[in-house]
């Protein structure tokens, strides 16, 4: 038995995807998985045990080079890819209308989401069974009962699996920091002089902070964080792999709201997520050591990307002058004492 995943984008969203997977393979432990997911992210299925081929897409490029796409065949070949298999099941967990076209290029028995629980209701046309999945439910916890409603297994009762934690066995807790501060909203960016004086806390404690990045912005970013003390490392650039080896081994991460602090949430690794225009109810990070920060403003989350509040609040944006560096600390040195108890 062979079932085609569709789920090509976002990190999150992929993240999200995995304990269905996991569910799916405890279920039918003879069934075999591709999986369709974007071109940045072909590591994430891979690191789980049940997948066999991962097929790349590449539509956020062909959605800016679409002519030079078809001039080389890319999205083409992708098509042929898709109906080289005979699939028992084709399950588009995403709910677009580009998942949707994958589904009806695949051949198999094609499930979704009915149209009154997909995000754009027309993808819904594109399936042989549309499920109705509550949209008052955690993202992780919808793909789930998706996949149980699709391949006729009972609805999992137990906490989620993401399956990837045993890609990475060789990686003991130490005692270093990660901040993910990179994110695309301004709204969801955490001022950098609070990152500046978390990193003064953290390194007054003793501790050593290691700063990712994945572009020049980013990277002037931690620059600046980093010429508070040489205890603070900015590394290389890494790929998605070596990130996931970095989180992995981490003490704790903070982060904003970016794909990344899903990846701690999948690995195990204790996380504090900072809110302030986003709501984390629906798709905040899920599984053990999570902690969620919320900015408590009167107009927060206010789900924008762009800060409209008129008035003065001293920092940008205005949400997070209620999650200052102090708040963040406090909760952060909770968080280690508890990682320290539990890895005596």
Known sequence: MRTLIIKSSSLGDVLHTLPAVTDAARHKPGMHFDWVVEEAFTEVPAWHAAIDDVI?????????????????????ALVRRLRSHQYEHVIDAQGLIKSAVMA??????????????????????????????????????????????????????TPPDYGIKVHFPDRARQSYLVFLHGTTWA??????????????????????????????????RAEK????????????????????????????VVGVDTGLVHLAAALGTPCITLYGSTDPGLIGTLGESQLQLRAEFPCAPCQQRKCSYPDEAGVFPACYSTLDPERVWSALEQVLVNVTVASR
């Open 56 to 76: 790349p897409v590449a539509i956020r490029r062909w959605k800016h080079q679409l002519l030079h796409a078809l001039r080389t065949g890319e999205p083409q």
């Open 104 to 157: 009806r290029c695949a051949r198999g028995t094609r499930s979704g989401l009915d149209r009154d629980s997909a995000r754009e209701p027309l993808a819904a046309r594109a399936y042989d069974h549309g499920f109705a999945i509550a949209r008052n439910q955690h993202a992780v916890q919808r793909v789930r009962q998706l996949f149980a409603a699709a391949l006729d297994d009972p609805v999992p009762q």
């Open 187 to 220: 709204t969801k960016h955490w001022p950098d002089d609070y990152w500046v004086r978390l990193a003064a806390m953290a390194t007054a404690a003793g501790r050593q902070v290691r700063i990712p990045w994945g572009n020049s912005l980013e990277q002037q």
């Open 225 to 252: 964080i980093a010429a508070v003390s040489d205890a603070i490392e900015v590394m290389p650039r890494m790929s998605l792999g070596e990130l996931a080896a970095l989180i992995a081994a981490a003490g704790a």
